[in-house]
């Protein structure tokens, strides 16, 4: 077989396969062969009859236009591997020649995934959140640990926000009342937003015994509510003061220094997680910002599919469906697609900005580096390297392996040399991001719990909902 290559405008590459005749006649008896598994021939056990039998009943052109149907796909496959076609859509085959006898040829026009260069990618900028605790963000977990212990004591002035008012509730619609607005003696946080809409605009200020009325639309569609209130009691919350004898009751800790020493540990530990996670996720974002070309829709069609199979996927292993998951939300299937679709745009320009940027550094692998991801691959599938890699060329996977060990290392690039700055414009010391910060300082001390802190950080910063994935 022999197999040129050309590129053609708009993505699109041709290959022109030639067969010779003598290669070509073994898949005309291997179609043969298929046509007799398939057909019965009076005087012959299924499979057994011979070709010249089987060319007499059906004629010549029948093996020969299977041969055609079977083992074009596979030669235009060869092809592929032969000039390394990134390809990315099902090939357009037209035959050439060879559709009656001889030799065969054809031509595949396919679309490949397009190469663009990016500029700037060099000086890149990105925010992450700080990694460093400030002595505000430990004073207001010290806070929220007072709150556990507060006391709530009478005050003798109007309610303001934060304040604790006993009220009774009622409201009726058209005269009628609503029953889960009935309540008594309830304990509510004046400012929370955690009631009906318009009571925080009425308690603040309120007095004890004052009656108020106002009009809710409790965020539904339904017509408004117009509801009372009673205030009964206004109360703060009194907090203790941060001496050593609170901090020996309110932790394991018998000083204030020592548990704001703790506090400032775990804090620093799960804001440096978080600032790393950022930190990719910024860089990443920033990379698809430097990209100008659309993607071509068949990038972006493939791309929803692995979405689709993906939820499918964590769907199953929850014991639901797809149709389960569109039924509980009330989602037409097109909206979703729609959504993924959206999501989509920026994966695909990711993809491609990472393959620029390898190129334009010249990231290749050697057979070394294929065959460590090989392994790494095999020992995520709990099989042998050897397996791996038979599967991996069986599936045309090869070409994947190789990109995707470029765009990984073009992505450890590009975070080695991003500008990192914080909220405040202020520049991030790399060193903090690091791993093995912590295992570094002095003042660290090992902790097991900090592995628990480290998993929730990262939890917490993919929106991930806890044990759900």
Do not use: C
């Not at 149907?69 to 099902?90: C, G, I, K, M």
């Not at 001496?243 to 309110?250: F, G, V």
């Not at 430097?290 to 292993?317: F, G, N, W, Y």
């Amino acid at each position: 077989m022999k197999a040129v290559l050309e590129s053609l405008e708009g993505n699109k590459v041709k290959l022109s396969i030639e067969v010779d005749e003598q290669e070509f006649e073994k898949d005309v008896d291997a179609a043969f062969r298929k046509i007799a598994r398939e057909v019965r021939v009076p005087g012959f056990r299924p499979g057994k009859a011979p070709r010249r039998i089987l060319e007499a009943r059906f004629g010549k052109e029948a093996g020969r236009s299977e041969a055609l149907r079977d083992a074009l796909p596979t030669y235009y496959s060869q092809a592929v591997r032969q000039h390394e076609v990134d390809v990315v859509a099902p090939p357009e085959l037209d035959i050439k020649g060879g559709g009656d006898a001889g030799s065969v040829s054809f031509e595949a026009v396919v679309e490949v995934r397009p190469e663009i260069t990016i500029a700037g990618y060099e000086g890149l900028r990105v925010t992450v959140p700080s990694p460093v605790a400030t002595d505000a963000d430990i004073d207001a977990q010290i806070d929220r640990l007072r709150g556990n212990f507060g006391e709530l004591v009478d005050v003798g002035r109007p309610a303001r926000a934060g304040d604790f008012a006993t009220i009774n509730l009622s409201g009726t619609r058209d005269g009628e009342p609503v029953s889960q607005l009935e309540l008594e003696d309830f304990s509510y946080e004046v400012g929370s937003d955690s009631l009906i809409p318009g009571v925080d605009a009425v308690l603040e200020g309120a007095k004890v015994g004052d009656i108020l009325t106002f009009e809710s639309d409790l965020g539904t569609d339904d017509a408004p509510v117009a509801a009372k209130v009673l205030v009964k009691e206004v109360k703060e919350k009194k907090l203790p003061e941060v001496t050593d004898e609170w901090a020996s009751e309110a932790s394991e800790f018998d000083t204030v220094e020592d548990l704001r020493a703790d506090i400032s540990k775990r804090m620093n530990l799960v804001k440096r997680v978080q600032s790393t996670l950022a930190l990719r996720n910024a860089t990443v974002e920033a990379l698809v910002e430097l990209v100008t070309d659309d993607p071509p829709d068949s990038l972006i069609d493939a791309e929803v599919e692995r979405q689709l199979h993906d939820m499918q996927h964590r769907l199953e292993a929850r014991g639901a469906t797809l149709a389960d998951y569109l039924q509980a939300t009330g989602q037409p299937p097109e909206e979703l697609v729609s959504a993924l679709r959206q999501q989509s745009v920026p994966s695909v320009k990711a993809d491609l900005a990472l393959r620029a940027v390898a190129k334009a550094q010249g990231m290749e692998p050697t057979d070394e580096d294929i065959e460590a991801e090989i392994e790494r691959l095999a020992a995520s599938y709990d099989m042998k390297p050897a397996e791996a890699r038979r599967n991996l060329e069986r599936a045309d996977q090869m070409l994947a392996v190789r990109s995707d060990w470029k765009k990984s290392r073009a992505l450890e690039w590009i975070l080695e040399h991003v500008e990192i700055v914080d909220e405040e414009g202020q520049p991030v010391d790399r060193s903090l991001l690091e791993p093995d910060q912590q295992a570094a300082d002095p003042s660290s001390d090992d902790d097991p719990d900090d592995d628990d802190a480290v998993d929730q950080a990262a939890r917490d910063s993919s929106g991930e909902e806890t044990g759900e994935q």
